[in-house]
């Protein structure tokens, strides 16, 4: 195991003990998952005999699903140091089955955040309780008309060319006691082919502005709802995905979450804590794929010695180093920050610049130190044989999985040039 | 303990502002006046049947002056006062609170249909200027008008439940510039958890 450079997670009992189980656990039960996840058809991986299954109803055990909760509705209570090791160790066992525990928790944990009344006994406490994967959440946010640029819509100053861009397509109408909801959303929606339920973003009426906008719960088991086929791909196979058409579905008022006028910002504030999620995970991932790289190059020999004695992989390695660590040290500490602003003051007013970029740096670290460690591979990393295929087809999918880094980036922009 | 709403509550809310040195931080950019709006509701109506509700609810409504309370004349609130025998164009002190009660006791729901108490507060760089009730129609330009039941009130001024997420729940329902409260977040938080949570509710 690493050397922990922060003294106050080093010299703490209880968090290298959470570490090493969570690692035991990624190691023992979520990566041996991923590989064969990874090799099935999108079909199998969603079948329910699939070890998908099994691996969500441990780490459900574990209650890595709702990390995110409030603690007064079905949270664990954890710190951000916690959380954080969690989800590093998650994402060195499989960034796939990390993003679907991820979005599992999206729904319900939304709901813990900002809802109250009968949906947190009905929904969000039955939600946090289950271990056997009865409930399994997904995240609606793009659209087949609008990619990654859904999330400019959370940026204010962005609001004219939000509607240059498009207006949306999943629309909530108020009907009698309830909503309506009716259009399609996109087929890179995580975890959606195997979801129970979906955090669903829709527009309102007068439907002039994906700004003008609603988060709401929908169950996916109505005569409304269709689930499009799971996506063939070529990173993240271990977390299906695919599309969902809403004709006519309903949902009671109750499950309406976020509305205007609070929608721009809160929405802001959940992308917060999903980034500072991604950032963290890919960390794990880069971690694993510099592990991967590190312990190859000491027991593979070329030129007579092994190629870690060799000066061209020794700065391979030690670039890998840095990344790792900096990205572990940057995406703790704005983790820090967002959890002191949702979870302890409860003010919701994180830094989006800095969530933000914790994404895209624990994303862009990831694709760096997999495309090196796979260098120093060779060609054996291009094969099946090593995991480091694997992480390095992940890594590249992260850099357009929960919104593609450019946009993520521009996002990040506007609010630097705000508020900075 | 002080009953919600009563004179001996503005009090306390006055007090308690002056007294959290987090909440005078928080809020020390803070520039905006709130018009809360109490809508009367089943638990309004069971809670005015016990003798220290009705006295701290009638000690808030001698806060204002005759002519102020004149304006309630022709609104639901108004002719509740008039069912109950509480006079708007004059002295409310000498009310006998039994008879109230008894009064009290024949309302129904649909009678309070539509009542509201209307409480004033400015607030400014980390102080609470003033707080006071008021009539129908009086400060309708504040920067901030909150409006929910009785029952809903209590959760928040209790600190039973955060402000936010009665809002988001539509159980309060906020007019105002949403922008400026997101940014001034903390100052509404320790508005809730400090200043009115700080007192405490009977």
């Known amino acids: ?420 | 303990m002080a009953i919600f709403p009563s004179k001996q509550w503005v009090e306390a809310v006055l007090e308690a502002a002056k007294k959290s040195e987090n909440y005078k931080e928080a809020a020390k950019d803070w520039e905006g006046d709130f018009l809360c709006i109490v809508e009367g509701d089943e638990e309004f109506l069971r809670e005015l049947g016990r003798k220290e509700v009705m006295q701290g609810f009638m000690s808030l409504m001698d806060m204002m002056p005759v002519e102020q309370r004149a304006k309630f004349k022709g609104t639901p609130a108004g002719n509740v006062f008039e069912k109950l025998g509480i006079p708007l164009d004059g002295s409310i002190k000498e009310l006998n609170v039994d008879e109230l009660l008894n009064k009290t006791a024949k309302l129904s729901a649909e009678d309070i249909k539509g009542v509201s108490i209307y409480v004033w507060a400015d607030f400014w760089h980390g102080a609470v200027r003033d707080m006071a009730p008021m009539a129908p129609g009086e400060h309708e330009d504040a920067v901030f008008k909150l409006a929910g039941t009785y029952s809903a009130w209590k959760l928040m001024v209790s600190g039973k439940q955060d402000t936010i997420r009665l809002i988001m729940s539509n159980k309060l329902r906020l007019q105002g510039n949403m922008s400026y409260m997101m940014k001034h977040m903390k100052a509404v938080v320790l508005l809730t958890k400090e200043v009115f949570a700080g007192v405490p509710i009977d």
Request: aromatic residues 10%; glycine residues 8%.
């Open chain 1, 1 to 420: 195991m690493y050397f922990e450079i922060d003294a106050k997670v080093r010299e703490d009992k209880g968090l290298c003990l959470l570490r090493n189980e969570t690692h035991k656990f990624a190691e023992e039960v979520i990566r041996p998952a991923a590989k064969k996840l990874d090799r099935m058809s999108p079909e199998e991986v969603v079948a329910k005999d699939s070890p998908y299954w099994d691996t969500l109803k441990e780490m459900k055990k574990m209650g890595h699903h709702r990390l995110f909760f409030h603690r007064d509705y079905g949270g664990l209570g954890l710190s951000a140091a916690e959380a954080h090791i969690i989800l590093e160790e998650l994402g060195w066992g499989s960034v796939g089955l990390a993003t679907a525990i991820g979005v599992d928790q999206v729904p319900a944990g939304v709901a813990s955040l900002f809802a109250m009344g009968d949906i947190i006994d009905n929904l969000v406490i039955p939600w946090a309780e289950d271990t056997e994967a009865k409930f399994h959440g997904c995240w609606g946010v793009t659209e087949p008309e609008c990619g990654s640029d859904y999330i400019l819509a959370t940026q204010e100053s962005f609001l004219p060319h939000v509607k240059e861009l498009h207006c949306g397509q999943v629309r909530a109408d108020k009907q009698g006691d309830g909503w309506v909801i009716n259009g399609p959303k996109s087929s890179w929606l995580s975890s959606a082919p195997a979801a129970t339920h979906v955090g669903l973003h829709v527009t309102l009426p007068p439907y002039d502005s994906l700004a003008n906008g609603a988060f709401c719960i929908v169950p996916l088991d109505q005569k409304g709802v269709t689930k499009g086929k799971p996506i063939d791909k070529l990173g993240l196979r271990d977390d299906p995905q695919g599309d969902l058409v809403f004709d006519n579905a309903y949902i009671p008022d109750d499950y309406m979450i976020i509305r205007p006028p609070f929608y721009e910002l809160r929405v802001g504030q959940i992308l917060c804590l999903t980034s500072c999620f991604m950032g963290t995970i890919f960390t794990g991932l880069a971690r694993a794929a510099f592990e991967e790289a590190l312990e190859y190059s000491k027991s593979r020999i070329q030129g007579g010695k092994p190629l870690c004695e060799h000066q061209t992989i020794k700065h391979k390695l030690y670039a890998m180093f840095e990344k790792v660590e900096s990205a572990r040290y940057y995406t703790r500490k704005v983790m820090e920050h967002v959890w002191e602003k949702t979870y302890i003051e409860g003010t919701f007013d994180a830094s989006s610049r800095h969530a933000l970029s914790a994404q895209i740096y624990g994303k862009r670290s990831a694709f760096e130190v997999a495309y090196e460690a796979l260098q120093v591979f060779g060609g054996y990393g291009l094969t099946k044989d090593f995991l480091i295929e694997k992480l390095f087809r992940d890594a590249r999918a992260g850099l357009i999985e929960d919104g593609t880094t450019e946009v993520l980036g521009l996002s990040a922009a506007y609010n630097v040039i705000a508020e900075y």
